[in-house]
């Protein structure tokens, strides 16, 4: 069992919809992350979490320690946001490498 | 403040050669990682180099690879006798020192080696 897990593995939405990503971890982690990788393309850092919740634009990413689950939300979904959205978590006493889901690959049809 | 750079972008090389990716870490980053996607897989954790130093190389294959990022210039990954199955795209992400901004960490474009 990999020690990061999402879901679901692919989804399909229509523009506007309401997005949701889960991740969650069998491991204590330091810091959590989301990434974002458009077919091809690099990796961006969307979000880096320890507790809580932050907001960027559309897009919202939430933890919860305790259950060790996170969550990627996108409102108002657009096709530029068709992309990977890959989940990856710092272990504890892992030296700060990356452990990381196998990504779900978001489609927003027009 | 420019960031993570990484070169070549793609490099094809045959069989039985050598390949060398460059990364030059965020200005002020003195933490590099290199982390390696095969084909319709996920991302995999390699090699973590602070200068001068290989703090945690568990991810690396044991044979043909290397990694080293010295006092001056980029860091290195070095693949010697490359075959078919280490065609993936390779990439370098950078962090601050130690401190509470240290788990963030700055992806690269990538280097895309194809081994024909």
């Known amino acids: 069992k990999n020690e990061v897990e999402q879901s679901p593995q692919n989804l399909t939405a229509q523009e506007g919809e309401f997005i949701t990503i889960n991740c969650s971890y069998s491991?204590?982690?330091?810091?959590l992350h989301w990434l974002q990788q458009h077919p091809g393309g690099g990796i961006v850092s969307l979000f880096m979490?320890?507790?809580g919740k932050k907001k960027h634009g559309r897009l919202i990413a939430t933890i919860n320690i305790q259950e060790k689950h996170s969550s990627l939300h996108i409102t108002a979904s657009h096709p530029r946001d068709s992309a990977v959205y890959i989940c990856?978590?710092?272990?504890?006493?892992?030296?700060?490498?990356?452990?990381f889901g196998k990504g779900t690959l978001l489609t927003v049809n027009p | 403040n420019a960031g993570v750079m990484q070169n070549p972008r793609h490099l094809v090389r045959r069989r039985g050669q050598e390949a060398r990716l460059r990364c030059s870490p965020m200005?002020?980053?003195?933490?590099v990682y290199w982390y390696r996607q095969l084909p319709e897989e996920g991302l995999k954790f390699m090699v973590y180099?602070?200068?001068?130093?290989?703090?945690?190389e568990s991810g690396m294959p044991k044979e043909r690879f290397s990694a080293e990022f010295p006092k001056e210039g980029p860091s290195i990954l070095r693949i010697q006798q490359v075959v078919r199955g280490d065609s993936a795209a390779y990439f370098c992400?950078?962090?601050?020192?130690?401190?509470?901004?240290?788990?963030?960490?700055?992806f690269g474009p990538g280097t895309r080696l194809t081994v024909t």
């Open positions: 979490l320890s507790s």
């Open positions: 491991v204590g982690i330091s810091a």
């Open positions: 992400a950078s962090s601050p020192p130690s401190g509470p901004n240290s788990y963030e960490q700055y």
């Open positions: 200005k002020g980053h003195s933490h």
């Open positions: 990856a978590a710092i272990s504890r006493g892992s030296n700060y490498k990356l452990t």
């Open positions: 180099l602070q200068k001068e130093n290989i703090i945690d």
